[in-house]
């Protein structure tokens, strides 16, 4: 039998707002359509066994319009700790540039809130072991080394070779989580077509040639 914490929690969702105009395209619909194979590297594995837990979140568009909704009302952190805030917000800011703005970290804080207990210990670690490295390699945390530090980190995590066996593992776990938090986000999907009352069928790919995409 499967542990009860394992088990994901739900984000409850909010009475629907006013109605939008009648030639709006809601992020809601624009964010079904990038589902459905429509840009930005989004290929949801047909074994729900092989899906990252960020597909299951952008496979409710309703659930992600909540959160990010949250995300923009908070605060400060619900699940991560300051220090892990601010590590998730330099990392995602270094893969995917435009992240801050975006405000991918509150919106995967909120995420990871009510995420089962195994995608939360994958997450933190992954974190740490960033961390890490930049404490092995140069004696200070993530967030205390050089940008330019930080990218040889980030090109060595993603790549077969890295020094520590475990991250690739950790960078591509990171970067499923930034990416699609981004993408999701206004910010993203403006940049992929949606304007609010056009969304463009075929999206483009990447634009930007050092992120994004690891």
């Known amino acids: 039998m499967s542990n009860d914490r394992d088990r994901p929690k739900t984000i409850p969702l909010r009475p629907a707002a006013a109605e939008a105009p009648a030639n709006a395209v809601p992020r809601r619909v624009a964010l079904q359509a990038l589902l459905s194979g429509a840009g930005a590297g989004f290929v949801v594995p047909a074994s729900a066994e092989a ?7 952008l496979s409710s568009p ?10 923009a009302a908070a605060s400060g952190p619900e699940f991560l700790d300051p220090h892990q805030a ?44 960033f961390d890490m490295a930049a404490v092995t390699k140069h004696g200070k945390p993530w967030i205390a080394i050089a940008a330019s530090d930080q990218d040889a980190l980030l090109r060595d995590a993603s ?56």
């Not at 995967?108 to 740490?128: I, N, P």
């Not at 070779?161 to 938090?181: C, D, Q, Y």
């Open 86 to 129: 601010k590590t998730l917000e330099a990392l995602a800011e270094a893969i995917v540039p435009g992240s801050t703005a975006a405000k991918v970290t509150p919106f995967l804080d909120r995420l990871l809130a009510v995420e089962s207990d195994k995608h939360q210990r994958a997450f933190l670690a992954a974190l740490g072991a």
């Open 159 to 214: 790549t077969a070779v890295a020094t520590i066996s475990t991250m690739p593992g950790h960078f591509e776990n990171l970067k499923e989580w930034i990416v699609g938090a981004y993408y999701s986000s206004e910010i993203g999907m403006r940049e992929l077509g949606w304007t609010g009352n056009v969304f463009h069928q075929e999206l483009p790919g990447c634009a930007h040639p050092d992120g994004h995409q690891g």
């Open 62 to 71: 309703a659930v992600i319009e909540q959160a990010q909704k949250a995300a």
């Open 51 to 57: 899906q990252h837990p960020m597909y299951r979140h």
